[in-house]
């Protein structure tokens, strides 16, 4: 069973728009993490939210954490054709990587 | 440093062959994990170890074994392929701290069992 939920599968969007991407998760955590791949490649981390925190930036990135709904968002503004990839949401429930379970991903198309 | 890398990047079985996965990391990490990555699953967790000469069980270890007889190598065999073991496989290490437990990927091996 997976702990994290991604909505919506799949994104298209034109290249300047902003992409929302959501995760939705069912025990307590102590932080979460989002991933991209890129077509063929492996997963690349991107941003941690630890579970005491409600927002955090990086660069073109913005994740919002709501432990009380249990999910969060990746918004990545002003959004690029490089930006084009799956996108995973991971959640820890302690520390330790065999506890970490992924999403099965949001796949974004960004139109040049 | 070359990360994660992973052999072979794409294989061809028939049914009942065995394989193994090489992975093998330079970052000095004590954490390796073995997924499997099928479409609209994300990623399963196989088998991880964490550190030389340790292996466990993930979400779904049957049909596979693994070894990490050397730090920085972790491997996963097949002994009997069979087509449900289609996938795409993913290495990765950590080191994890009290906070996180951020984690390196590999590229990817593309396996197709026939």
């Known amino acids: 069973s997976q702990q994290g939920e991604e909505d919506p599968q799949a994104l298209s969007i034109q290249e300047g728009e902003n992409a929302t991407m959501n995760c939705s998760y069912k025990t307590s955590i102590n932080n979460l993490q989002w991933y991209r791949q890129n077509s063929g490649r492996g997963l690349v981390h991107l941003i941690l939210?630890?579970?005491?925190?409600r927002e955090k930036h990086s660069g073109r990135l913005r994740v919002t954490l709501d432990t009380s709904k249990k999910s969060s968002s990746l918004l990545i503004t002003a959004s690029r054709a490089a930006d084009t990839a799956s996108y995973f949401c991971?959640?820890?429930?302690?520390?330790?990587?065999?506890?970490?379970?992924f999403g099965a991903g949001t796949r974004l198309f960004v139109k040049a | 440093n070359a990360g994660v890398t992973q052999t072979p990047k794409f294989r061809v079985l028939k049914t009942g062959q065995s394989m193994t996965l090489l992975c093998a990391q330079d970052m000095n990490h004590e954490y390796m994990y073995w997924y499997r990555q099928d479409p609209g699953m994300g990623l399963r967790l196989i088998h991880y170890s964490v550190g030389e000469g340790t292996t466990a069980k993930g979400e779904v270890p049957d049909g596979y074994n693994v070894s990490r007889l050397k730090k920085q190598n972790f491997l996963l065999g097949l002994e009997s392929a069979a087509p449900s073991q289609t996938s795409v496989y993913f290495c990765a290490s950590s080191s994890p701290t009290a906070i996180t437990d951020t984690q390196y990927f590999g590229p990817g091996t593309r396996l197709t069992v026939l």
């Open positions: 939210i630890r579970s005491n925190e």
């Open positions: 991971a959640t820890d429930a302690g520390t330790g990587g065999f506890k970490t379970i």
